[in-house]
Nanobody, 125 residues
């Protein structure tokens, strides 16, 4: 069975840091692009960051560029999102998603093969 399981969310004060993780199983992890999305109450799901199969390329939403870092460890079948200098507007459920490397859709689209259930990140002011 295919699974993406996020963990590491929690409550943090503005200016603080948090790292969320995404553990994958049931598919060939290294053949899939990994991305992070987030969704705040009442808002659409929003692209955050993406990383290629072998970490050659990364890209970020403008709102998190310079503060967040996406990474992956293919040996551990795990992706990460390091979040620094957190702001209250970063509060959301954070989801990881995977899609096969041959996809030509925009990375910010919702066209991914697999999605996790999400982990809550709350940033207090």
């Amino acid at each position: 069975q295919v699974q993406l399981v996020e963990s590491g969310g929690g409550l943090v004060q503005a200016g603080g840091s948090l790292r969320v993780s995404c553990a994958a199983s049931g598919f060939i992890f290294s053949s899939y692009r990994l991305s992070w999305f987030r969704q705040a109450p009442g808002k659409e799901r929003e692209f955050v960051a993406t990383i290629g199969a072998f970490s050659v390329t990364t890209s970020y939403a403008d709102s998190v560029k310079g503060r967040f870092t996406i990474s992956r460890d293919n040996a551990k079948n795990t992706a990460y999102l390091q979040m620094n200098t957190l702001r209250p507007e970063d509060t959301a459920v954070y989801y990881c998603a995977a899609r096969y490397i041959n996809s030509r859709s925009r990375v910010s689209s919702y066209e991914y093969d697999y999605w996790g259930q999400g982990t809550q990140v709350t940033v207090s002011s």
